[in-house]
T-cell receptor
């Protein structure tokens, strides 16, 4: 079945540091890929998405590129801020499956 | 444009009781899906509805059920509650449920259920 594996956290960085959160997936066909973010006590917010190979999703300084050859969708940001502290989830959905499959989440803490 | 609205936000129930959670999707969205989030199991898919039809269902016992109304609003019900049902229940809506380009899946704030 479908699965998403993302790097175990927690990840602790200083403000303005470079962020990478690794995400790899297993799925048949050509899924769409997502990064969602969850702030404490809140629901999920879509951070970015990519729907086909080599697409780059970007939002708020975050980027991720859909790599079909390595089945990866790593999240990067050049300079993190304290306000980026949250849990980040990588997810996929297959056409006509209507079900998001999530990774276990990565807790990011950014210190001033 | 209003987001996905879930009610109630917080509730406490006793083992053996049942609970009904409600979800109002974004206007115009016809797909509604439900997820359970727990510290141990993470985010798990419960079911998805489109135009009142369940199109996919996760691996949960029959105590978990849902439905969608003609106005796309959805409810999920959990009967005979167990301690392990304590979780954040998240509702999501989208135009078609595909997650494809131009068809973003939006989540509500969730309903926090505590079973004691």
């Amino acid at each position: 079945g479908d699965s998403v594996t993302q790097m175990e956290g927690p990840v602790t960085l200083s403000e303005e540091a470079f962020l990478t959160i690794n995400c790899t997936y297993t799925a048949t066909g050509y899924p769409s890929l997502f990064w969602y973010v969850q702030y404490p006590g809140e629901g999920l917010q879509l951070l970015l998405k990519a729907t086909k190979a080599d697409d780059k999703g970007s939002n708020k300084g975050f980027e991720a590129t859909y790599r079909k050859e390595t089945t990866s969708f790593h999240l990067e940001k050049g300079s993190v801020q304290v306000s980026d502290s949250a849990v980040y989830f990588c997810a996929l959905i297959r056409v006509s499956n209507y079900k998001l499959t999530f990774g276990k989440g990565t807790l990011l803490t950014v210190n001033p | 444009k209003a987001g996905v609205t879930q009610t109630p936000r917080y509730l406490i129930k006793t083992r053996g009781q049942q609970v009904t959670l409600s979800c109002s999707p974004i206007s115009g969205h016809r797909s509604v899906s439900w997820y359970q989030q727990t510290p141990g199991q993470g985010l798990q898919f419960l079911f998805e509805y489109f135009s009142e039809t369940q199109r996919n269902k996760g691996n949960f016992p029959g105590r978990f059920s849902g439905r969608q109304f003609s106005n796309s609003r959805s409810e999920m019900n959990v009967s005979t509650l167990e301690l392990g049902d304590s979780a954040l229940y998240l509702c999501a809506s989208s135009l078609s449920g595909e997650g494809s380009s131009g068809n973003t899946i939006y989540f509500g704030e969730g309903s926090w259920l505590t079973v004691v």
